[in-house]
């Protein structure tokens, strides 16, 4: 099973939320078939949980401008690790340190990435 373009589309914007928001190690894994209960989880990085709590705003503003809105906000408290999820998807927000210790990309390893082609301009230009 694959994911359908009506999930890509805005798991892609999703993405590109959280890098505009300077998340970082921003991946997605097709979970669909090992999950029967969503078909995506796009996983982001911050630095502090102030910037995590920005990408979660950020994801959230972006989808609304496309008609998305979660169904359930969980985490935002802390702002360590915040989850979005939107039924199809999941958007996991997680301090550096939260991502390390957990190792979602581990578990969910044998699972096809799906390709973001995220615009990444003012990372590049940040490192000259």
Not at 84 to 100: G, M, N, P, S
Not at 106 to 121: F, G, H, N, T, V
Request: aromatic share 6%; glycine share 4%; net charge negative.
């Amino acid at each position: 099973m694959t994911v359908p373009d009506d999930v890509l589309e805005p798991v892609r914007i999703a993405a590109q939320a959280a890098a505009d928001k300077k998340g970082h190690k921003i991946v997605a894994f097709d979970v669909s078939e090992q999950l029967s209960i969503t078909d995506v989880f796009l996983i982001a990085s911050a630095n502090n949980e102030r910037q995590v709590g920005a990408i979660v705003d950020g994801v959230e503003e972006a989808l609304l401008k496309v008609g998305r809105k979660p169904v359930r906000r969980e985490g935002d408290r802390e702002n360590r690790w915040v989850l979005l999820d939107y039924i199809d998807f999941v958007v996991h927000a997680q301090h550096t340190e939260e991502r390390l210790l957990y190792n979602l990309e581990r578990l969910w390893k044998d699972c096809p990435q799906i390709p973001l082609e995220l615009d990444l301009a003012e990372d590049a230009d940040e490192e000259l």
